[in-house]
T-cell receptor, first 115, second 112 residues
């Protein structure tokens, strides 16, 4: 069966510090991968998605970046965190599709607090 | 730009009631629509997926319907239980894209 992991589970970082969140998927190959952010009162917002190694699409302009160094590994990074980066970060995967998306399966999330 | 709205934002019901959660979307050219459940501080769990060509999907006490032309979906929960308490999220996938666009959710509380 497929499993998706995220770490760390919680993180408290000062403004201006770097960030690296990791997501890995087991039990499937060539998945689509996604990073979402859920901020209080704002719902779930797609940040990045990837249809393959090294292929990253950004949905919103921000000081975050994403990378996919391996087929089942997705990393969210920042060089300098802002207060507005606080939120709940969720990674998800789905079966690869050229158009549309099948059911998305979410990881447990990372709670990031920037102070 | 696709927008997804969920009404009500919060709902409290006694155990055993049947209830309906509503979802509307502005662009009817969707690929599919998905309903998720989120427990506090947790990730999302997929409940039902309705393809754009389908009218409804059922899983246990859950039934989701889709009226693509009017841009609406409903999630029907039969015989609600305290364990159903959670936030329910609706999301659509556009035909041109590979990602989901979410509503802000309906937070359900079922009291025993």
């Amino acid at each position: 069966s497929q499993t998706i992991h995220q770490w760390p589970a919680t993180l408290v970082q000062p403004v201006g510090s770097p960030l690296s969140l990791e997501c890995t998927v087991e039990g499937t190959s060539n998945p689509n991968l996604y990073w979402y952010r859920q901020a209080a009162g704002r719902g779930l917002q797609l940040l990045f998605y990837s249809v393959g190694i090294g292929q990253i699409s950004s949905e919103v302009p921000q000081n975050l970046s994403a990378s996919r160094p391996q087929d089942r590994q997705f990393i969210l990074s920042s060089k300098k965190l802002l207060l507005s980066d606080s939120g709940f970060y969720l990674c998800a995967w789905s079966v690869r599709r050229i158009r549309g998306t099948d059911t998305q399966y979410f990881g447990p999330g990372t709670r990031l607090t920037v102070l | 730009k696709q927008e997804v709205t969920q009404i009500p934002a919060a709902l409290s019901v006694p155990e055993g009631e049947n209830l309906v959660l509503n979802c509307s979307f502005t662009d009817s050219a969707i690929y599919n629509l998905q309903w998720f459940r989120q427990d506090p501080g947790k990730g999302l769990t997929s409940l039902l997926l309705i393809q754009s060509s389908q009218r409804e999907q059922t899983s246990g006490r859950l039934n989701a319907s889709l009226d693509k032309s009017s841009g609406r979906s409903t999630l029907y929960i039969a015989a609600s239980q305290p364990g159903d308490s959670a936030t329910y999220l609706c999301a659509v996938s556009n035909q041109a894209g590979t990602a989901l666009i979410f509503g802000k959710g309906t937070t359900l509380s079922v009291s025993s």
